[in-house]
């Protein structure tokens, strides 16, 4: 009895976990975190090997 108790605690912990990371990743989404993330990367890289052709 004692471990099912301990299961259904750590099942629904994990749910309530699961639930949680999916409402983030939604207002993330929602408010183009990712988008601006990956568009800052490519900005950088992009200037990386600019100024490398320009040094040849």
């Known amino acids: 009895m ?3 108790i301990i299961l259904a605690v ?3 912990g994990t749910v309530f976990w ?3 990371l999916q409402r983030q990743l939604q207002a ?3 408010r ?3 988008y601006r993330d ?3 990367r ?3 890289r992009v200037a990386e090997l ?3 052709q320009d040094n040849e």
């Open 2 to 4: 004692k471990k099912f």
């Open 28 to 30: 993330a989404q929602l």
């Open 42 to 44: 490519l900005d950088q």
């Open 18 to 20: 699961i639930i949680n």
């Open 50 to 52: 600019t100024s490398k």
């Open 32 to 34: 183009g975190d990712m």
């Open 10 to 12: 750590l099942l629904a």
């Open 38 to 40: 990956i568009s800052a």
